[in-house]
């Protein structure tokens, strides 16, 4: 499925009592991000909702100054339920401290589940595959 | 263990484009509440950090105007780790959309995991035991 | 009268140039907070709005880092008038940098004053009785 | 004594759930002002922090879209103290829904009072006598 | 024309990673100080909508708790356009590290272009006649 | 050159009164996309300062829920600057309603101008070439 990319250049008021990135602002751009691949799939904002955080680990500190490229892609879909995996990069040491799933689901303008009637098409490479996997197993 | 309340007035500034609570706000509510409580039971916000979000669902939508109140305790005790219960509950519908655990560990002024050398108390009646026993399972 | 609590995690969001917690950012917390007793206590947020902020006194600098507490409740009752007492705990360090009363009013959905209906109850101890004294002669 | 100006326009992140401008932000705002001209009459913001709010009473609400004009300027001087008179114009219907005072001390780079040295001009009208008047009550 | 003022403190909250001024913020205050001059003189902040920014230079840096103050007139007056020149002037140093100019138009209620029907006063030294000449060539 | 994608959500907090995304904040996401193009093509955030915002028109308003992306890459090099191009796609209609130069220069820890050393590569297309031939035009 197609990528989306978020980059943010994380600077003073993204950072927590230790100087470092706030967890509760990065788990706001993992949401947003996210959310972006969703609807942008779907092709309406208005037809999606956020349902499920699935859970991410933080693996490591991000400082101030650090580029962190968020890049999120449907890992899975049910009848009316878009799966998001999106992983956080750094942008340049290249390691990947975050990364996790997120479920919306496609509304009616009332807020009813609908059928979005989205298809997945081939995974484009192995780790296409396993995000998938462990989409399946969420 | 204690409880640790977070109310919070939903703005304009906190909405999405459906014109409901944004989840990636929530989000970081979220984990400002959670670590507020790890903290607070640690005695020195310097020596604790966020290292997982266990993932949460978002039951239904929370519209402007409304109050939230998000109530956090220890559900859980490692060596170096704090498991902390957080739920929010709508203060006048007395519903509650959302709950979840978060991990935290406790660090030295290095950034290494150190033991924090808490322990936890007698639950104080059946749904506190219920909470510790799912945060057993995470 | 009922308590209503909101803490908070000073950020770096939230200071000023000296490196301490901006004053503007503690008066919006703290009408944040009294609104949120205020309207918890009229069940109705719709139907309060703030009318006078009776002036603080900031004690002592807030650090970045800290646990900030609020602690509000119903400090006297008029027609359609509600005084909410709010003080900020320290949550560490157990001390009260900031105390102070805001008064808000009842209206209705045109924006007109309008009788509240609500009573105060029985004052739980001496210091709440001594708020509400303080509060008669604002 | 020197006016100074801030003037800002109400955008959606700065409202209640109203859908006016929140008391709360406003509060922040004056806070700001004020100090603007308390730092700028001292010439050197590092040496001024924020003592006390006096207090003010919001006459009207007021609404998205309008521009909010804060006129500040030093109402009495004491050794240490600065205390300045900010009052809320608006621009373009000329009322004047705020007004009050705010208490700023001089101190030095420990945080200790210091003597500030400044002294009061000559009041420019009878505006500014009153408003002085004013402040000596406080 | 007349000038409008907008003052501003500069807090963490607004610095970038190198613990300046963030070019982006400078940049959304230059906005709304323009916005604010051209809303103003047209009497009707409804009816005016950005056009242009036509660029500017950052000559300084600006460090935390310096005090911005953003002057901005129109300079030039279309049938429907109004360009404003603003410029940043440092309020202690007064020093001006960026000026420029933004271009707005008059719309009516579904946007469409109207005639505003201003006219240029005359100007009221030889710097206001300088900035008229570059609005010409812009 | 690599391009460089941010993209973002238009929810409350970013409108004006008019209820579509503020100018102000457009230009403050335009700065940072820009950034983070030329920081990441330097490999260091904290050698690379904005000089210059070249100017650019708004060609149509945006409104709440629109996807947003910004397309950034670097257009040309002098010895020390970094001239990037910004244009900003809407996710859904496809239509690019803003778009322009920034230039940033290489400094060293003192804020003095350094030798970048990088070099401009081929161009990909006909589309970056017309880009690098309006560069040199600035």
New interface residues.
């Given amino acids: 499925m197609k990528e989306?990319?978020?980059?943010?250049?994380?600077?003073?008021?993204?950072?927590?009592?230790?100087?470092t990135l706030?967890?509760?602002?990065t788990?706001?751009?993992?949401?947003?991000?996210a959310?972006?691949a969703a609807?942008?799939t779907m092709?309406?904002?208005?037809k999606v909702?956020?349902?499920?955080?699935?859970?991410?680990?933080?693996k490591t500190?991000i400082k101030?100054?650090?580029?962190v490229k968020f890049v999120s892609k449907v890992a899975k879909l049910g009848n009316s339920s878009i799966v998001v995996h999106t992983r956080l990069d750094m942008?340049?040491s290249h390691i990947t401290p975050i990364e996790g799933f997120i479920t919306f689901i496609s509304v009616d303008e009332n807020?009813n589940k609908i059928s979005h009637g989205l298809v997945m098409d081939e995974a484009k490479d192995d780790e296409e595959l396993k995000i998938r996997e462990r989409a399946k197993k969420l």
Avoid: Q
């Fill in positions: 989306y990319f978020c980059s943010r250049l994380v600077k003073s008021e993204d950072l927590n009592h230790h100087g706030f967890a509760g602002r788990a706001e751009w993992f949401v947003e991000s959310f972006i609807a942008s092709g309406d904002p208005e909702v956020c349902l499920n955080i699935h859970g991410f680990v933080f500190p101030k100054g650090e580029i942008e340049l807020g």
